[in-house]
C-alpha cells in the first residue's frame, strides 16, 4: 500500500518532468510570434490558477480577489523599478513577501467567516485595493506606469526582440508552483489543509490549529500569484489598475483548477492547457464586435463539466475519483 | 493517585436553558466510564466541554494535572484528549488511511512515520482492507470505526466516545465492545456517552447518570441499574415504585 502510494507520486514527479522538458523544446518547432504568445498565458494561467488551488482548492477557502495579490506584484516591482532603480528580481520577490503578509493581515479578520461570506469578503478587498490603485497619485493612478525600456536584458528581465525569455520565465514558475503543490501534498501542511476544507471541527479535534492553517495557506498562495504579477508587469512593459488588478484576473485563476479539477494536482494545468488557448484563440477569431463570446464558450464549458464532470476533467484520469463522481 | 479528568462544579447554560448545572465527575486513569442518561439530559453538552468544543459558563475542568478550562480543543488534543463525533465527521474526500495520517500528524512530524502509525492504528481497529477507499464510501459502522481510529492514532490518553455504539446491529455493535476494551487493555483510559444500557452496562467499570443537567447517580453499573432513582429517571416514578 505504502508502495502504491510512493510509486504514484514518483509517477507524478517523472509525468511532470517530461512534460516540463516538451514544453521547453516547443519554441524549437514553433516560431510564430503569436502562438508563442499563447503558451506564454497558458503556462502563466497555469501557475497562477496552481497558485489559487493552495488556498482555493486544497485549504477550501475560496478566493474570488486573488487579482489583489496579483497587482500587488506587479506594482511593487514596477514602483521599486521606475522610482527607485530596483531590479525587478528583487521586485519580484518584494512583491511576493509584501502580498503574503497582507494576505494574512486580511485572514485575520476574514478567516473567521465561512463559505460565501468568505467569498464575498475577497471580492469586496480587491475591489478596494483597485480603487485604491486607480486613485493613487505616486502609483500613477489610473493612467499606471510606463517601464521604460532599454534593450535585451536579463538583469533588468526585458526582452524586445524575442519572446522566449519570458516563455523560459513563465515554464519555470509553472513548474515550481507544480512542485510547490507536489510537495505540499504529502507533508503536514498538505493534510491540515485538506482536513480544514472537508470538515474544521473534526480537523481541530486531531489537533490541527485551523486558524493558522488558513494563514499558512494564504501566505503560500499570495506569494506564488504575486510573482506571477511581477512577470506580467515586465511581460506588457505597462501597467495601470485595470490591466493587473481588474476582476477577470481573479476569475481566471480560479476557472482553470475548476475545469481541471479544484484541489488536485494537476487539474490547474489541465485546465489552462484548456481554456487559455481557447480564450485567444475565440478572442482573436470571432473578436471585434464578438467581446463576450469567448467568455460565453467558457462559461458554457464549466456548465457542461460541472454536470457531468463534478471533479473536474482529471476525474476522467483518476479511478476512484471517476467512481466517485458517476455516484 | 490524582485522577486523569475531573470537573469542577462546571455549569453550563444556553441563554435561559440550563444544560449542566453542577456537574463534578472525575475519571481515574485506565478506567473505562459510561456517561448515560435519558435525551436532554446533559450529556453531550458535558462531553463537549471536556472536548473543549467551548468553554464551560462556569466552573473548571481538569486533564493531567492542568486546568484546561479555556484550552482549545486542538490543544486539548495535543495534551492526549481523543474524541469521536456522534454524528461521524469523516474528511470524505480523502481516504481513510488519509484521514488517520491527520491524526497521526499531532505526534509525528516526518511523514513517513505518520503513515506508518496510521497503519497500525487501522490494523488495530480491523480497518486495514479499507485503507485506500475514500471515506465517503464506507459503511456507516465503518465511519464511526474510522472516528475511532482516528482518534487513537493522535495517541490520547483519555478518549472520549461519543455513542459510538447507537445504531449498529448486535453483531456490529459486539465488534465495537471488543474494540473498546482492546483500547483500554491499551492504557487508554475512556469515557464513553451511550444510550443502549444493555451494552455499556456490561463494559465499563463505573457510570455515571445525568439527568436534567446534574449527576443523578454515579457507582458500579449493577448498582445504577437498580437505583430507583434512575428508574424513575428513564421511566417515570411509577415504575420506580415498582422497583
Known sequence: MDKNFAARRRRDLIIAAVLAALAALAPLFIKDVYVQNILILTLMYAALSQSWNILSGYCGQISLGHALYFGIGAYTTELLFTKFGVLPWFGMLAGGVIAAVIAMGLGYPFFRLRGHYFVIATIVIAEIGLLLFQNWEWAGAAMGITIPVRGDSWLKFQFMRSKLPYFYFALALCSLAWFVTWWLEDSKWGFWWRAVKDNPEAAESLGVVVFNSKMGAAAVSAFLVAVGGAF???????????????????????????????????????????????????????????????????????????????????????????????? | MTALLETRGVWQRFGGLVANSDVSISVGRGEIVGLIGPNGAGKSTLFNLIAGVLPPTQGSIWFDGEDVTHMPAAERCQRGVGRTFQVVKSFETMTVIDNVIVGALVRNTVMREARRKAHEVLEFTGLAARADVLASDLVPAEKRRLEVARALATEPKLLLLDEVLTGLTPTEAQTGVALVRKVRDAGITVLMVEHVMEIVMPLVDRAIVLDLGKVLVEGKPTEVVRDPKVISAYLGDRHAVGA
Open chain 1, 232 to 327: 506580467y508587469a515586465q511581460f506588457l512593459a505597462y501597467i495601470d489598475p485595470e490591466s493587473v488588478m481588474g476582476f477577470q484576473f481573479s476569475l481566471l485563476m480560479a476557472l482553470p483548477a475548476v475545469l481541471g479539477g479544484i484541489g488536485t494536482l494537476w487539474g490547474p494545468v489541465l485546465g489552462a492547457a484548456i481554456l487559455i488557448p481557447m480564450t485567444e484563440l475565440t478572442r482573436s477569431y470571432i473578436g471585434g464586435s464578438g467581446r463576450g463570446v469567448d467568455l460565453i464558450v467558457y462559461g458554457t464549458l464549466i456548465v457542461l463539466i460541472s454536470l457531468a464532470l463534478p471533479q473536474g476533467l482529471v476525474s476522467l484520469f483518476s479511478r476512484t475519483k471517476a467512481k466517485r463522481a458517476t455516484r
